[in-house]
Nanobody
C-alpha cells in the first residue's frame, strides 16, 4: 500500500528556513504527481505547491511563491519542500500527497494518498 511520511517540521523564527521531506513507500510510483498542502490553526487545508512526475513542472500558491521550492528525487522516492523567509502565517501542519496523475494539479480531491503531516511553527 502507498504510504507517505513527512518529516523536517519544527519551530523556527520568522525569516528562518526549513526543509520538509516526504518519504514514499516502495509502491509509490515515481510517475505520480505530488504536492504539499497545509492546514493552519483553525483553518481548512490549503494548497501550497505541486510538482509533476519528472519535476519539470511546478505550481505554487501565491502566498508562498518566491519563498518555497518544491522538488523531488525519484531515485530516492522522496518529495521535498524548501521553505525560506518563513512567516508566522506559515504556521501549519504540512501534508504531502500523491495523485495517480502525472500532471500538476492543485485541487485536494485529486490526490489519493496523504501523509499524516508534520508541524511547522514560525515564531515572530
Amino acid at each position: 500500500q502507498v504510504q507517505l511520511v513527512e518529516s523536517g517540521g519544527g519551530l523556527v523564527q520568522a525569516g528562518g528556513s526549513l526543509r520538509l521531506s516526504c518519504a514514499a513507500s516502495a509502491r509509490t510510483r515515481t510517475t505520480y504527481a505530488m504536492a504539499w498542502y497545509r492546514r493552519p490553526p483553525g483553518e481548512e487545508r490549503e494548497f501550497v505547491a505541486a510538482i509533476n512526475w519528472s519535476g519539470s513542472s511546478t505550481a505554487y500558491a501565491d502566498s508562498v511563491k518566491g519563498r518555497f521550492t518544491i522538488s523531488r528525487d525519484n531515485t530516492k522516492n522522496t518529495l521535498y519542500l524548501r521553505m525560506n523567509d518563513l512567516k508566522p502565517e506559515d504556521t501549519a501542519v504540512y501534508y504531502c500527497a500523491a495523485t495517480l496523475s502525472g500532471a500538476v494539479v492543485t485541487a485536494s480531491d485529486q490526490y489519493r494518498y496523504w501523509g499524516q503531516g508534520t508541524q511547522v511553527t514560525v515564531s515572530s
